[in-house]
């Protein structure tokens, strides 16, 4: 559970030079109390009334030193020496020892942070990203590490510094009439404590304005995400409206409760403010009238007071902004703190240790289920001998991609264990495993970069050859060409876009690169046209029987010459064998083939 510790824990990293520049700053927000001391003391060298004993005592040293023997001169020298340290010394040194150095902190901190958010991120299990879109995600981390960043300067460069200022000044204030100093420190606990009372009430509406705005930005990424479909169906003026009813809700919560909240605050703590420093001037001008202060003190002790007094604001001010990012920063640490995957890599490994697979696979009694008590998978029980290409087929929702995320490692069996060469899957270090495989997905992901990154992103040292060989078989070769630039062409996001034909043929030929010893197409081709497909189809009978191949397929076209086809139903198995076994059966995939050839027009594709 994230807490004020967690923030804490977020700077320890620089504990020391957070408490040196603290400090410094603190002490240059004290040095500067010296200036209405030193006028209180020359109006009072003016007025011919006494000076304070460290002022007359420090003079009587610089006699000794100098010989100077006129007193007002040197009195005179030692409280202009006063001010000249606490302003024209002091300028050119405060923002160094304090502004640099908590941005730096700030700043190192962020990017500390961010590679520490990346890493989570990249540790997190599969499930998660099922369940937080990327816009609810990536706002959480970049929210949470910008208030972090603007918070640490306002709170070590101002919060601190001032509160220790308005300590500097309570003790001077005691030490030149203390009544006046107790008031003093009555009534400023009382409106801070009054003024952070109702901070606390604002900063639980803040927190529930958070999770609003999270919610809409949320779904402003999602429309992004999915405007196609939103266009489609002509749905934009139900988005708009949608989001429209959202923007009001978090408008009405930030005007009527937080808005409203401040200007209130604002309002009793200014008047509460001006009530106090009129009675304390009325209080020390009678105690100057009766001769119990002299007039210097009485300009020291107003100015002084008017000084405290006056960081009130500025502290609340500082104080509210925190607490207005205190929720964002809090959710930022509880996203932290989320448990990594058991399938996360350890990052921090140098080298990843080598590791030569036959291809053996071998599910044995596996039994899965997402939520508890609704197994996805049950007693899968199947062995595939190394090289061999199995393809699974099955009706949409009958668990075929759950088997390859097993085999994956993106979940565990809730029972049974997947071998692969006889060793549990779950023993192998996870990086070496997944070098070994590789997958092509019906949506294949582009990142942004050249057409050569891409194909190279498994393997970025594959050589020239090695790449057109994979795209030769994957049929690149044949829009690469075409490309303006070639395989050196920006395609992704910021790029040219791919068609989803294209993308798949990228996304084969990045896979045969990764040079695998089990390589999985889940519905890989199922983009491309009839042409297409069976053209790629007979590249790829070259690798055929050099690896052991997976295939998940709708189109029976695809699987017809698998060593051995598994049909799924409902998370069992309930038939496998060749293509001619399994008709000669008789059973669920001999009657669907059936039911599709007399479908589809054409004899070659079949559909599951
Ligand atoms: N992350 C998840 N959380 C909960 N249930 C899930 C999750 N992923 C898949 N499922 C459910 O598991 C079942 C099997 O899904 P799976 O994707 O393995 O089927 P499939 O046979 O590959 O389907 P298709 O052919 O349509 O891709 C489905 O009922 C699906 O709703």
């Not at 306002?154 to 300590?167: F, N």
């Not at 009544?179 to 604002?202: D, Y």
Request: charged fraction near 20%; hydrophobic fraction near 45%; include cysteine.
């Amino acid at each position: 559970m994230a807490s004020f510790r967690s923030i804490l824990s977020y700077y320890r990293p620089y504990r020391a030079i957070a408490l040196t520049s603290i400090i410094a700053a603190s002490v240059c927000e004290l040095v500067d109390l010296l200036v209405p001391y030193a006028i209180g003391q020359i109006l009072n060298l003016l007025s011919q009334q006494p000076l304070d004993a460290p002022i007359v005592a420090i003079a009587e040293t610089v006699t000794r030193f100098t010989g100077v023997t006129n007193t007002f001169q040197v009195n005179l020298a030692v409280l202009g020496a006063l001010v000249f340290l606490a302003t024209v010394i002091r300028a050119p040194i405060q923002p160094w020892v304090g502004v640099w150095f908590h941005w730096w902190i700030a700043l190192a901190a962020r990017r500390d942070h961010s590679r520490k958010a990346v890493e989570k991120i990249l540790s997190l299990p599969l499930e998660f990203f099922e369940e937080n879109n990327p816009g609810r995600i990536a706002n959480r981390v970049n929210k949470g590490i910008s208030n972090h960043t603007w918070s640490y300067p306002e709170v070590a460069g101002q919060l601190i510094p001032k509160l220790v200022r308005v300590l500097g000044i309570s003790l001077i204030l005691w030490w030149l009439d203390w009544p006046v100093a107790l008031g003093l420190i009555v009534s400023f606990s009382v409106i801070l404590a009054l003024t952070l009372r109702s901070l606390r009430r604002i900063i639980q509406k803040e927190e529930i304005l958070d999770s609003h705005i999270e919610n809409t930005e949320s779904r402003t990424s999602e429309i992004i995400t999915n405007i196609k479909t939103v266009k489609a169906f002509a749905n934009e003026a139900r988005e708009l409206e949608r989001q429209r009813h959202r923007l009001d809700r978090e408008f009405k919560m930030v005007i009527d409760r937080i808005h409203r909240g401040y200007m209130y605050l604002i309002t009793w703590q200014g008047t509460l403010v001006q009530c106090c420093l009129f009675s304390l001037l009325g209080f020390s001008l009678a105690a100057t009238i009766a001769g119990r202060v002299s007039l210097g003190h009485f300009i020291t002790i107003y100015t002084l007071a008017s000084m405290a007094y006056a960081e009130i604001t500025p502290l609340s001010q500082v104080a509210e902004v925190f607490a207005r990012r205190y929720a964002s920063v809090l959710r930022f640490h509880e996203f932290m703190e989320l448990p990594s995957g058991r399938d996360s890599i350890d990052l921090g490994q140098a080298a990843i240790p080598q590791l030569q697979l036959s291809g053996k696979v071998d599910f044995q009694h596996v039994w899965f289920s997402y939520v508890p008590g609704r197994p996805i998978l049950r007693d899968i029980t199947l062995l595939i001998p190394p090289c061999q290409t199995v393809a699974l087929v099955g009706r949409s929702g009958s668990g075929k991609s759950t088997l390859i995320k097993l085999l994956f490692r993106y979940f565990q069996p809730d029972q049974g264990q997947i071998l692969v060469d006889g060793q549990d899957i779950q023993t192998l270090d996870v990086r070496a495993y997944r070098k070994r495989l590789a997958i092509v997905h019906q949506e294949v992901d582009v990142f942004n970069g050249t057409l050569w990154d891409n194909l190279t992103y498994a393997h970025p040292d594959a050589d020239a050859e090695a790449v057109y060989r994979a795209c030769a078989i994957a049929r690149v070769d044949e829009f690469a060409e075409q490309l303006p630039h070639g395989y050196r062409t920006i395609v992704g996001e910021r790029g040219l876009r791919l068609s989803g034909g294209q993308r798949q043929r990228l996304g084969i030929a990045r896979a045969l690169l990764a040079d695998p010893d089990v390589l999985v197409f889940d519905e890989a081709t199922s983009s491309l046209d009839y042409e297409s497909e069976r053209d790629i189809q007979r590249a790829l009978r070259t690798i055929t029987g050099t690896r052991t191949m997976i295939i998940i397929a709708h189109r029976l076209s695809t699987v017809r010459d698998a060593d051995k086809i598994v049909v799924l139903n409902e998370g069992t198995i309930c038939e496998q064998g060749n293509h001619d076994e399994l008709l000669a059966q008789g059973g669920l995939y001999a009657h669907l083939y059936a039911i599709q050839r007399d479908r589809d027009d054409s004899p070659d594709q079949y559909y599951l």
